[in-house]
């Protein structure tokens, strides 16, 4: 048996419809690449629910999850547009342009 | 004036994105409040050793179930009625072999290689589901085992979508999808057998008489919630009673409604509490059943090594193949 590769385990992805972003799905044990994407085809896209898959070994990922970098603990508001509350600005500016008419 | 500038700006409070705090690894208090508040466990997190040990269990249990449950449904493949029932026999059959595929790679990365889950399997040291230690005596059992004995099973799998083991969860999320087709073929076999003769619909009957047994004791006895620690940590997201009532409140109208009778004269629904009452399953039974006692526990486990003696030679070329690549 010593001459038999060991398995490996590959990360499958998958895009459902043309144009799709491709979404991680789960992973297969196989030998080599070729048996993950048969493996992938199999468990992934039996009744044609895939457009498209890739096999990715799960060894060649690299991966960040520290969250002091990802999630650091700082009012990020500024970069989403919810972080802009401008109701009570927006009727201030507008009672301000109608009271400017209203004295022309 | 300082007031309302702070009023308008009220969202310079600085708002904590994370609102669950992050557990150290080694921290097993921390960890156990993480899963028991809804956190989720990835693969290559830590996690405390009793933690994995029970996520382990549960789903090669679920991995061992979703193997040996096709042996009762092959028997039927050759006998199929038509050949569109035969197609349908088939796809079910590899649906839930590809459930064992890839429950065994959940399993898997937990510790457990996948080679010595079948080995316990075949061993008799693991176990799986009670209903699938009994033999099948007709093509309604097809109908009754697709229908019912997969709702059962579905209304377990849709609480595992919430499991704290996240590649679990998502794992069962695909599962559920594929799940929902069985039901419906097993509900339609069952309903073409009830609009037949007399002699089908008999068939029918007599199929669910000697399942509805096996069917109340598949989500076990109930448990003390508060000592059920698979419960308490996330692993499973509802008791054992609490899936037998949602079971019975969805199938028991849909299995009255065509004519079938339920073999339980104390079964109802009892108005003021909302829930069902039954006649205490048989929990003996189930014991005896998943501990390899059932009627077909070991004639099914003998046909499965068998069968992987058989094809060891599938499992060397592949591995021989990849390795002269
Ligand atoms: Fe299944
Ligand atoms: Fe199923």
Redesign the interface.
Known sequence: MS???A?R?WEVFRQEAEGDPMIH?????A??EE?ALHYAR??YS??GESQRLWVVARDAIA?LDD?DLL?P?????HKRP????IK??LEAAKQRASRADATE | MRYAETRMNDTDVIQPLNGRPPYEPGDADAFYAHVGTGGKVEADDWMTDDYRAAVLKFVEMHANSELMGVLPERDWIMRAPTLRRKLALTSKIQDEVGHAQLLYRVAEDLGKPRATMLADLLAGKTKFHNVFHYPTRSWADVGIIAWLVDAAAIVSQQALRDSSYAPYARTMRKICWEESVHVMHGRDVVLTMMSGTDAQRAMVQEALDRWWGPLMQMHGPPTDPAKDKDLHWGIKAKGNEQLRQEFLSIYVPRIREIGLRIPDPALRLDETTARWVYTEPDWDELRSVVTGHGPASQSRLEFRRVNYAATQWVRDAIMGNAAAA
């Open positions: 001459d038999l590769q398995e385990v799905s789960g992973n297969v044990n030998p080599d048996l199999e468990f039996r009744r991966e969250p999630r603990p700082f009012d990020r508001s919810g972080g802009y509350i009570h600005k």
